[in-house]
């Protein structure tokens, strides 16, 4: 898998669609603007963005927004022969990794459903094998008119993906359905797509997030610092290869990936049966989850009021089951060790005692590894004495080398 590093201060990212060829077309509606934050992110994201306008798009947004993006030519019409692209839509398509139409409109997503080859996008799309992402954007009214739901149901069936459209404001001053997604949605669908190809495809792989709740009454709760973080770059790292994933999170801070089947939870109890329930189809479960290891013996129905002597509270706790042992057999069972002292002897611990075939140890009292970070430092430690101490990285890119491992267990 082809990947890019960003450096931004302290931060790192990592993007699936480094080197790809994407065809961006633009048509004609005033979502035209975010055309061209997409374009944007794209290039950021290393990929080589060639951008085909439809006369519509034109009266919205001039070409030389998006050659100031991409710094690529702009195609706009296939007959100009002033354009080193106009007659080239054959050559784009055929190099062509993946084509995002966005914003599609109403008419445009009729052409396309129909075989339509009457402009250079149309053209384009009709001579690719790529896969082929459209974004709707248009009134309420012409999205629920029989003839675009029965368009979009042909494209659907024909393997076209489609994101949204959303529910919201719309320019006609309504407020309905006919919004174009947001542009972490699209570039989502993007991922999602160009995964399709990765090596995970046809694998199940079931990821646990986050830091578990205990409750102590209806306002307190026992947890834990565990953002989620580490368990969402897993869980994307694995969509991005084109894994069928079921995130079970108990964050609630984190925005949800796409493309990702969601089970959310809070206490140790319903993360069991989210995890389990979901492992029965499961190649492979990586519990990244901090799962809270005591709950409270008594749950008060009311708030616990504080003692007016301040004679302090006690609680007394009970130990919660490690249901990590209750995983079916022929699931690869992968999982954490979120350590602040004895790294590697409390890692090869764990990962004899409950069975797995690989476990990452991480030190949680470092300022660039531990909790609401964005970056881990982990060792990577296996059945067969493996030891695999990895610098410094994103959680996304050790989500990457986690699955590196489990791939290879898979094959």
């Known amino acids: 898998m082809v990947v890019q590093i960003f450096l931004q201060?302290?931060?790192?990212?990592?993007?699936?669609?480094?080197?790809?060829?994407?065809?961006?077309?633009?048509?004609?509606?005033?979502?035209?603007?975010?055309?061209?934050?997409?374009?944007?992110?794209?290039?950021?994201?290393?990929?080589?963005?060639?951008?085909?306008?439809?006369?519509?798009?034109?009266?919205?947004?001039?070409?030389?927004?998006?050659?100031?993006?991409?710094?690529?030519?702009?195609?706009?019409?296939?007959?100009?022969?002033?354009?080193?692209?106009?007659?080239?839509?054959?050559?784009?398509?055929?190099?062509?990794?993946?084509?995002?139409?966005?914003?599609?409109?109403?008419?445009?997503?009729?052409?396309?459903?129909?075989?339509?080859?009457?402009?250079?996008?149309?053209?384009?799309?009709?001579?690719?094998?790529?896969?082929?992402?459209?974004?709707?954007?248009?009134?309420?009214?012409?999205?629920?008119?029989?003839?675009?739901?029965?368009?979009?149901?042909?494209?659907?069936d024909r393997g076209v993906k489609i994101v949204g459209p959303e529910s919201g404001h719309l320019a006609s001053g309504l407020s309905a359905i006919g919004r174009m997604s947001d542009i972490d949605k699209i570039i989502d669908s993007l991922y999602v797509v160009i995964?399709?190809?990765?090596?995970?495809?046809?694998?199940?792989?079931?990821?646990s997030a986050g830091g578990t709740q205990e409750p102590i009454d209806?306002?307190?709760?026992?947890?834990?610092?565990?953002?989620?973080?580490?368990?969402?770059?897993?869980?994307?790292?694995?969509?991005?290869?084109?894994?069928?994933?079921?995130?079970?999170?108990?964050?609630?801070?984190l925005p949800d990936p796409g493309g990702v089947e969601i089970k959310r939870v809070t206490t140790v109890s319903d993360m069991r049966e989210a995890v389990l329930s979901s492992c029965g189809s499961a190649d492979a479960l990586v519990m990244a989850a901090a799962v809270s290891d005591y709950r409270p013996a008594r749950i008060e129905n009311q708030k616990i009021k504080k003692d007016s002597e301040d004679k302090g509270l006690t609680l007394e706790l009970v130990k919660n089951n490690d249901f990590f042992l209750e995983v079916p057999e022929g699931v690869l069972?992968?999982?954490?060790?979120?350590?602040?002292?004895?790294?590697?002897?409390?890692?090869?611990?764990?990962?004899?005692?409950?069975?797995?075939?690989?476990?990452?140890?991480?030190?949680?009292?470092?300022?660039?590894?531990?909790f609401n970070v964005d970056t881990n430092r982990v060792t990577l430690l296996d059945t067969n004495g493996n030891v695999d101490e990895l610098p410094l990285l994103s959680k996304y890119e050790v989500g990457h080398r986690i699955l590196d491992r489990v791939a290879s267990f898979l094959i």
């Open 9 to 156: 201060k302290e931060k790192i990212m990592i993007s699936p669609l480094e080197g790809k060829n994407i065809i961006l077309g633009v048509t004609g509606s005033i979502a035209c603007y975010k055309a061209a934050n997409i374009a944007s992110r794209l290039s950021q994201e290393g990929a080589s963005v060639d951008v085909i306008l439809t006369k519509g798009a034109s009266e919205f947004i001039t070409p030389l927004t998006f050659k100031s993006l991409t710094h690529r030519a702009v195609v706009t019409d296939m007959y100009d022969q002033q354009s080193e692209l106009a007659v080239e839509h054959v050559a784009l398509a055929r190099r062509a990794d993946v084509i995002l139409v966005a914003p599609a409109t109403a008419n445009f997503l009729a052409k396309i459903a129909h075989g339509l080859a009457d402009d250079a996008l149309s053209a384009t799309i009709l001579a690719a094998t790529a896969d082929l992402v459209v974004a709707p954007a248009m009134d309420g009214n012409m999205y629920y008119n029989q003839a675009t739901q029965s368009n979009m149901e042909l494209l659907s």
């Open 218 to 253: 209806p306002v307190r709760v026992i947890t834990n610092r565990s953002s989620g973080k580490m368990g969402y770059a897993i869980a994307k790292a694995a969509r991005d290869r084109g894994a069928t994933v079921i995130l079970v999170t108990a964050a609630n801070s």
């Open 333 to 370: 069972r992968i999982g954490f060790a979120a350590e602040s002292e004895n790294l590697l002897a409390n890692a090869k611990d764990k990962l004899k005692q409950k069975g797995m075939v690989l476990i990452a140890a991480n030190d949680i009292t470092a300022e660039d590894s531990g």
């Open 195 to 207: 995964g399709r190809k990765g090596d995970l495809v046809g694998k199940t792989l079931v990821v």
